[in-house]
């Protein structure tokens, strides 16, 4: 919200209050602000006092914040956004939280009046929270990241440029929310968003790959939990697509490739075309090939191949297949650390097949 935000919607004076009344002269301080910039106006101290005031007086009246009147809502959304704006880094954190509270009380009552520097805003903030989550597996993270979200894109207009991104990062969210709680309406949600971002997505679009490989992960999860063998489909589907338009070298480019080829081994389990298995080994040497030696997904990469291989071996008895499998799982071992949630199953696995080759 801070420097880089777009002026062109809902950034003039919110409508004025009573003149004389706590309301008037917070809508006085946000005219003069945007007339003059000067930080005074809106750092007064007396211009807290006169919003405390304006809110208690609201909720005396409505008793509850989504009945607040829109035009204190975006007063005091305003002050708070101003504040934010001039406040130096690390003290304007608290004027930011009230930014997004008033304005995400408009969220269904008036979207208009949400200035699009504050949608920026509702995006940052849920990605911080996703990391956060990410770093320290506090749920309610998660649950601020996935409210976030979605208010930004129900104030983010169709034909929107950052419309796209925002659904994406929605079904993202909403994807990993499924995968700690279970519960498969998030990962029917991700699926929608994820489609929506892929359609509001121009025609060579940089990100337009990314959506469709996420779209396509999340289509395989579902099969992979319900058996609906045309999720499958579209995920191979929407997988080519996302390889076709990824120039080699993209660093994206790995994990799309090896998420097409789990599709189409997934496809392979499923109805038995031998086609299908030798295209998910023929992707999967590919991501392989375009992962480091040090990349942190090189392992996963490494066992899936692995595994269509030992598949391969399963059918067609060539024990060079099984000889490279064996290989790649030593691999994958060795570059996982020692506590790692996979490394079990990565050894196991190779005790399988090791017990396996014994008896060729």
Known sequence: MRRTARQDRGTEQPVPGTA???????????????????PSTVLDPAALDEASRLWDDAMSVAGDPQMVSVDVLTTLGYLHMYRYSVLPEGQEQDDLRKTLTFFGLLVDRAPERIPDQVVGSFVSAGLEALDEYKSSGRPELLETAVSTFRDAVTVIPPGHPDRAVTLSNLGAALFTRFEQTGDFADLDAAITVGRGAVTATPEDHPNGPRYLSNLGNSLRTRYERVGDVADLDAAIDVGRDAVTATPAGHPDCAGMLSGLGASLNGRYEAAGDVADLDAAIGFGWDAVTATTLDHPSRPKYLTNLGNSLCTRYELVGDVADLDTAIKLGRDAVGA?????????????????????RERV
Not at 20 to 37: I, P, Q, V
Not at 346 to 355: D, T, V, Y
């Open 336 to 356: 996982t650390p020692a506590g790692h949630h996979g490394r079990a199953m990565m050894l196991s696995n190779q005790i399988g097949r090791a017990s396996c």
């Open 20 to 38: 004389g009344d706590d309301s008037g002269r917070l809508a006085a301080r946000l005219r003069r602000f945007a007339e003059s910039k000067d």
